[in-house]
């Protein structure tokens, strides 16, 4: 897609916004041990280094809008490089950034929107790891606080396979696209490898789905969006967390929630694995998802309906089983069968124990005890069926992927 031919100032864009509030008209925004001024961040009182300052930036346009946040294509100026950035322009002031209330809790679950950022950011000067998408800077402006983070010109996996969200929102009016076992399973590999890393920091991300999983033409695959994670307080097995509840009101989550947060249950890092589960389903399957209620237009299902409530995702899960699943897959997705290189569902489904499969049976477990930890499912054999055996040997399935069928 041809780059829309715009250069423009970042002050510039920041001026033609309205301030409707003198909440914020200083130079610097505090908050929970971040300091963010015009030119610098710095985080419980270190200066995050080699961060270009708001100054240098110049915008190409925009590449994405969210419900309180616009982001923006951006290089630096007399850079001959080249290299892009991705602005997240955060308005301290908007309508977004109310309080959201979980319904039938008290008033210490609200969470502000702008709470959500600050963590975002705390967490992302800290996490170090090539499979997590990393901060390059923050700063404050009249109001505004913007992100700068590496840019992933693929973009999300719901963008780059044109499927739907639980939002509703088609990107395109084009067939999904499904990824090749191979492409699979180097996606894989690079999602549970920011995980176990996430996990290993004792943080669960929560909001695992395919909007927040980055891509770039490096074949690199990186997890993102990390504004409502939470620290677990893990028991002596490692696995259980004692924090309970969140709020069900996140746009594009619910679909994605594993079973013990749809019912308000304690919940730990296993929760993630769940999540992980349906996404890789949904990237095999050009967007089909287990929990939806299907369509079809002659053998081939189409994208799904979205759930109605939670109410009805808990239905739907309390009878959910991974092996029917498996049985459903083989016998309502051929199709998927004749894409080169594309899951054989039948295999799957009649060979328990070994491949994909293996790895959904051990994600898609109901109750969180059953499912096995992000490390663990590092060493599936199906990953050295694909000669992915480190996060270098994964990125280059995802070259050659984009190289064979883009």
């Not at 100026?77 to 991705?86: C, H, I, R, V, W």
């Not at 180097?186 to 695992?208: C, K, N, P, S, V």
């Not at 695959?221 to 967390?241: N, P, Q, R, T």
Request: aromatic share 8%; glycine share 8%.
């Amino acid at each position: 897609m041809k780059r829309p031919n715009l250069s423009i100032d970042l002050a510039t864009v920041n001026a033609n916004e309205t301030d409707n509030s003198d909440q914020h008209l200083g130079t610097t925004y505090r908050a929970e041990g971040l300091s963010i001024g015009r030119n610098y961040l710095r985080c419980e009182g270190q200066i995050i280094a080699e961060s270009p300052s708001v100054d240098q930036f110049m915008i190409d346009g925009t590449i994405g809008r969210g419900i309180s946040s616009i982001v923006y294509q951006a290089r630096l100026k007399n850079d001959e490089s080249k290299k892009l950035y991705a602005l997240k322009e955060f308005k301290l002031d908007n309508m977004a950034n109310q309080d959201v209330y979980i319904p039938g809790r008290d008033d210490t679950s609200k969470k502000k929107q702008s709470s959500m950022l600050v963590q975002e950011i705390k967490l992302l000067c800290k996490l170090k790891c090539e499979c997590l998408i990393q901060l390059t800077g923050a700063f404050y402006e009249s109001g505004v606080v913007i992100m700068a983070m590496e840019y992933m010109d693929y973009g999300s996996l719901a963008q780059f396979l044109r499927i739907e969200e639980s939002t509703g929102t088609a990107y395109a009016k084009l067939p999904p696209r499904i990824l090749t076992e191979n492409a699979l399973a180097g996606t894989a590999h690079q999602i549970l490898w920011g995980l176990a890393y996430l996990h290993h920091e004792h943080i669960i991300h929560r909001d695992i789905k395919p909007a927040n999983i980055l891509i770039n033409s490096l074949g690199q695959v990186k997890v993102s969006d990390l504004g409502i994670s939470g620290f677990a307080a893990f028991a002596k097995s490692g696995d259980e967390a004692t924090i309970s509840g969140l709020n069900h009101t996140v746009i594009g989550t619910s679909k994605y929630m594993s079973p013990e947060r749809i019912l308000d249950k304690s919940y730990g890092p296993l929760c993630d694995i769940w999540s992980f589960g349906l996404v890789l389903i949904e990237c095999a399957t050009g967007g089909w998802s287990p929990l939806s209620h299907e369509t079809k237009s002659g053998s081939r299902p189409t994208h799904r309906k979205g759930i109605r409530s939670i109410v009805e995702l808990a239905m739907i899960l309390d009878g959910f089983d991974v092996d029917a699943v498996l049985k459903t897959l083989s016998t309502t997705i051929s199709e998927t069968s004749k894409v080169p290189g594309g899951v054989d569902w039948n295999k799957e489904a009649n060979t328990p124990g070994s491949g994909l499969g293996e790895i959904l049976l051990w994600s898609l477990q109901t109750s969180p005890e059953k499912r096995m930890p992000a490390q663990t499912l590092l060493n599936s054999p199906w990953f050295d069926l694909h000669s992915i055996l480190s996060i270098e040997s994964a990125q280059r399935s995802m070259r050659h992927y984009f190289e064979t069928f883009l």
